[in-house]
């Protein structure tokens, strides 16, 4: 896989995440009497698009994160009722072993806080902003040097 697989996958992740919370957030509209079906309807929209990310993501960074295919996993088993938190917690797992492997603490933090289940939407959000500083740090390395004046 090149370098811009490696980008789009991380955007892959961080789309997906960006979803997850999303749907938090949305399912909160519940809240309100009348919008409690359309709240409920699109949260678990917006929560399957953004597993559907993140599969996609985890998929593309298998070459370079070996956990990665743990967080594939995790993302299949976060849809099958009674046993959605084991998939919380491996993705979150797989969330660190990503930050790990890039060096990104806020990723790390992430990860770890998305694998302790009553936290995953904050870990998620940090999530976010951590694979936002990798992407930076990966589309950095991509760009060719400057050429020299003439």
Known sequence: MSAPGLYESLGRLRRGSLFEVVAVLVWFLALIPFLFLLAIVLSVVFAVIGLFYMYGGFSGLRPYVGSAGLGRVGVILMVIPFINFVGIILTGIAIYSVGSKFDSGTTKIGGILTAIV?????????????????????????QPPPAPPS
């Open 118 to 142: 009553v936290t995953a939407f904050i870990g998620f959000i940090l999530t976010y902003v951590g694979l936002g500083e990798i992407m930076g740090k990966v589309g950095q390395q991509q």
